[in-house]
C-alpha cells in the first residue's frame, strides 16, 4: 500500500483529483456547481504547462501563467461573441507571439503552450457565458490548484523532489548493474543517457525552487553525491585498457559483484527517498570493494597504461563506494544563482528566420489559422477540436511531433470506442457519470505514462459526460473523430514539409556549442594544476554545461536516424563517440584537481597552449577550412610521451597520462569534423589511447 500510494503517477492523480473535488464539494452548497465545473477546463492548460511542478522562481511564474491564462481565454471569448471572422488573424497571432516564448527556455515554452490551450478553453466556452466572467473563474480555478498543490507538497515533504530523485538513484543503479556486461560485450555506451541528464537536471529545477527550508539538506546533500555519482560513473580513463583490465578471469567476478552491492545500496537509497524514509549509513557494500581494490593493487603497481588505469580505479572505487554509503557528496559546493536572462539577445533571437524558435513559431502561427479557418467552415459541432489537437500534438521536433500524431489519433478513435460500447452496454445517466467520475482519476494517472493510453480514457470520459447530458451518438463520435484527424494530418504535414527544422541542419551549432563547452571544462581544470585558484562550484558547472551539451548531441542523433534521407550516421557517432571519451577522461583528472595536484609550472603551460592550439584546429575545422594538424603538436605529444616514460603511477603520472590521451582524443575529433573517418598514417588510434605509449606494463615507443 505504501508503494502505491507514493507511485509518482498515482500520487500525481491522487492530489489533482482531490484538487478538484474538493473545488466541487465547496461549490455545491453556494449554487456553484456548474460555473465551478466549467472552470475545470483550466486543468488541460496546467498540466500542458508544467505549472503545477516546483520550478526557480515558482510564484512568479504561477502569477504570469494565470494572467496570460485569463487574458488568452477572455479575449478569444470576446472576439467569438463579437468578431468571429478575426479568429484566424487572432490564431495566428496567438501562436507567433506564444510560439516564440520558447526561446526564453523551455519552461517559458510550455507555459506559452499553456496559454494556447486556454485560448481554445475560452473559444470552446463562448457560449455558456459572459467571456470575461468565465476568464476569471479559470483564473481562479489555477490558482486553487497551484495553493492545493503547494499544501501538498508541503504535508508530504516535497515530494516531486524525492520522486525525482528516487529516479535519478535508480537509474545510477541501473547503470552500475549494466556495467560489468558492457565491458565483457562490445564496451561501453558511446551515447550519454539521456534519461539520467533529464532527470538530474528535473531535481535541480525542483531543489531551487524549494529553496533553503530547514529540512531539505539531505534532499540537497543526495542530490550533490547523485551529481558526484554520475561523474565518477562517467569517468573512465582509458575505455580499451579498463575493458582490459575488469574482464580478466581474476577480477571481473569481483568486479561483479562490487557493481551488483553498490547497485542494491542505490534502489534501496531510492525506495527511502521515494517512500518519505530517513537517509541513513550504509556500509555493507564496502566488503566487496576490498578484495576487488585489493586485487588491482599488484597491478597498479606494475606501471604501464594499465598500472595507471588501475591506479585511478582503485581510488574511483572507493569514491563510488564513499558516495554510496554516506549518500553526501564528495565536496561541498553552493550553486550558483539564476543568471537573469538577457532579453534582447533572446528577442533578436527569435527576430531571425534562421531561428529554429523562429520558424517554428511561424509555423505554429499558420497551423493555427488554418485550424481556426476550416472549423468556422466546417459545419460540424464542436469543430474547436481540431485546435485542441493541434496545440496538444505539436511538439519540439519532428520525431517527437509524428510519434504524438500517431498517439492522438490512435487513442481517439480508440476511446470513442470503448465509450461506445459502454453506452451501448447500458451506461447511461447517472451511472454513466458515475463511470466518468471514476475515469478523472484514472486519466491523470495515465498522463506521465504513455499520450495515447491518455487520450483513450479522456475521449471515453467524454463521451459518457455527453451521454449524461443527453448528447451522443454522431453528434459526438464522428465530430470527434473527424477534427482529431484534420488536426493530426494538418501538423503532420507542417512539419514535414513547412520549414522543417532537421537535425542535420543543427549539427554544426550544436557542436561548436559542445566543443567550446567541452574545452572551457578542461581550461579550467588546467588552471587547478597550474596551481590556480579554481572555485568548485565554477568547475562543477563547467562540467555541467559540458555534459548537457553531450544529451543534446545525444538527443540529436536519435532523432536524425529516425528522420527522412538521414545519411550521416558515421561521422555523427565517431563525433559523440570521441566527444564522450575526451569528457570522460577530464572527469578522470578533476579528482586530482581538486585534491591540489599542481604540474610543474613549464609543463602546465605548455599544456595549455597546446589544448588551445589543438582547440583552435577544431574550430577551424568546423568553419569549413582545410584539415591540417600542426607540427607542434605532433611535438608536443613526443615531449609528453619522454615525461611520461618518467613517471610512476601516481597522481601526476596519472594526469599527464590522461592529457597524453586528451590531446590525441582532439586530434581525432579534429579528422571526424573534416570527414577522414579512416584511419590515416597521421591520425591517432580508434580508441583514442596515445600512440606513443605501448600496451606494455613498463615503458613506451613510438610504433602506431
Not at 9 to 17: G, I, V
Not at 454 to 478: H, K, N, P, Q, R
Request: proline fraction near 6%; glycine fraction near 8%; hydrophobic fraction near 50%.
Amino acid at each position: 500500500m505504501r508503494q502505491l500510494w507514493f507511485n509518482p503517477a498515482l500520487n500525481q492523480s491522487l492530489r489533482l483529483t482531490l484538487a478538484l473535488m474538493a473545488a466541487l464539494g465547496l461549490a455545491y452548497p453556494l449554487g456553484l456547481l456548474a460555473p465551478v465545473a466549467l472552470s475545470m477546463l483550466a486543468l488541460p492548460a496546467v498540466l500542458v504547462s508544467a505549472l503545477d511542478q516546483p520550478t526557480p522562481r515558482w510564484w512568479p511564474r504561477i502569477g504570469v501563467g494565470i494572467v496570460g491564462f485569463v487574458l488568452t481565454s477572455g479575449l478569444t471569448a470576446t472576439l467569438t461573441h463579437h468578431m468571429p471572422a478575426l479568429l484566424p488573424a487572432w490564431f495566428a497571432l496567438l501562436g507567433l507571439v506564444l510560439g516564440g516564448l520558447a526561446a526564453w527556455g523551455e519552461l517559458a515554452g510550455r507555459l506559452g503552450m499553456g496559454m494556447l490551450v486556454m485560448a481554445v478553453a475560452g473559444l470552446a466556452t463562448a457560449p455558456q457565458g459572459p467571456p470575461w466572467l468565465l476568464a476569471l473563474s479559470f483564473g481562479a480555478c489555477v490558482l486553487w490548484l497551484m495553493v492545493f498543490s503547494a499544501l501538498w507538497y508541503r504535508l508530504w515533504r516535497h515530494y516531486p523532489l524525492r520522486q525525482s530523485l528516487a529516479a535519478t538513484y535508480r537509474t545510477l543503479a541501473q547503470i552500475l548493474l549494466d556495467r560489468p556486461g558492457q565491458l565483457r560485450a562490445q564496451g561501453l555506451p558511446v551515447e550519454f543517457d539521456a534519461a539520467l541528464g533529464e532527470q538530474i537536471g528535473l531535481c535541480r529545477q525542483q531543489l531551487l525552487a524549494f529553496g533553503r527550508q530547514g529540512d531539505i539538506a539531505p534532499l540537497r546533500n543526495a542530490f550533490i553525491a547523485a551529481v558526484d555519482l554520475q561523474e565518477r560513473l562517467q569517468a573512465t580513463p582509458h575505455p580499451e585498457q579498463a575493458k582490459a583490465l575488469f574482464t580478466r578471469p581474476d577480477i571481473y567476478p569481483l568486479y561483479r559483484d562490487w557493481t551488483r552491492a553498490v547497485s542494491v545500496r542505490l534502489r534501496r537509497l531510492a525506495r527511502d527517498l521515494s517512500q518519505h524514509r530517513p537517509l541513513t549509513s550504509d556500509d555493507r557494500h564496502q566488503a566487496f570493494a576490498e578484495p576487488l581494490i585489493a586485487a588491482l593493487q599488484p597491478l597498479a603497481e606494475a606501471g604501464g597504461p594499465r598500472g595507471m588505469v588501475a591506479y585511478y580505479m582503485i581510488g574511483n572505487v572507493r569514491r563510488i563506494s564513499r558516495l554510496a554509503e554516506r549518500v553526501a557528496p564528495l565536496y561541498q559546493r553552493d550553486f550558483l544563482p539564476l543568471a537573469a536572462p538577457d532579453w534582447r539577445a533572446r528577442l533578436r533571437s527569435v527576430c531571425r528566420w534562421s531561428s529554429p524558435v523562429a520558424r517554428g513559431a511561424v509555423r505554429l502561427a499558420v497551423l493555427l489559422a488554418a485550424g481556426s479557418a476550416i472549423s468556422q467552415h466546417i459545419g460540424l459541432n464542436n469543430s474547436y477540436w481540431i485546435l485542441t489537437t493541434i496545440v496538444m500534438v505539436t511538439q519540439s521536433s519532428y520525431v517527437a511531433t509524428r510519434h504524438r500524431v500517431g498517439q492522438r489519433a490512435a487513442g481517439t478513435f480508440a476511446g470513442l470506442v470503448v465509450g461506445a460500447l459502454l453506452v451501448w452496454l447500458g451506461f447511461r445517466a447517472e451511472a454513466a457519470l458515475v463511470l466518468a467520475l471514476l475515469l478523472v482519476p484514472v486519466t491523470l494517472a495515465l498522463r506521465p505514462i504513455h499520450h495515447g493510453w491518455t487520450i483513450t480514457s479522456a475521449t471515453t470520459l467524454l463521451v459518457l459526460m455527453f451521454e449524461y447530458f443527453g448528447v451522443g451518438g454522431d453528434v459526438i463520435l464522428l465530430p470527434r473523430m473527424l477534427d482529431t484527424l484534420i488536426g493530426c494530418v494538418l501538423v503532420f504535414v507542417a512539419f514535414r514539409w513547412l520549414w522543417p527544422q532537421w537535425q542535420g541542419g543543427r549539427q554544426n551549432a550544436l557542436r561548436k556549442q559542445a566543443l567550446a563547452h567541452l574545452h572551457r571544462y578542461l581550461q579550467r581544470v588546467l588552471m587547478a594544476f597550474e596551481g590556480k585558484q579554481v572555485e568548485p562550484v565554477l568547475l562543477a558547472r563547467s562540467r555541467r554545461l559540458a555534459y548537457e551539451q553531450g544529451i543534446s548531441l545525444t538527443a540529436s542523433f536519435q532523432q536524425m536516424k529516425q528522420e527522412p534521407g538521414y545519411r550521416d550516421e558515421a561521422t555523427s557517432l565517431a563525433l559523440l563517440t570521441q566527444y564522450k571519451g575526451a569528457m570522460s577522461q577530464i572527469n578522470a583528472v578533476v579528482p586530482f584537481a581538486r585534491r591540489g595536484v599542481v604540474l610543474e609550472p613549464e609543463v602546465a603551460e605548455r599544456l595549455r597552449r597546446s589544448f588551445d592550439e589543438a582547440y583552435k584546429v577544431l574550430a577551424a575545422t568546423l568553419e569549413g577550412q582545410p584539415y591540417h594538424w600542426p607540427p607542434q603538436l605532433d611535438e608536443a605529444s613526443s615531449w609528453l610521451s619522454e615525461l611520461l616514460m618518467q613517471q610512476q603511477p601516481n597522481r601526476a603520472g596519472f594526469v599527464l597520462y590522461q592529457m597524453a590521451l586528451l590531446l590525441e582524443r582532439y586530434q581525432r575529433l579534429s579528422s571526424v569534423l573534416a570527414g577522414q573517418n579512416g584511419s590515416s598514417p597521421d591520425s591517432p588510434p580508434e580508441d583514442g589511447s596515445p600512440a606513443q605509449m605501448s600496451s606494455h606494463s613498463g615503458g613506451t615507443d613510438r610504433s602506431r
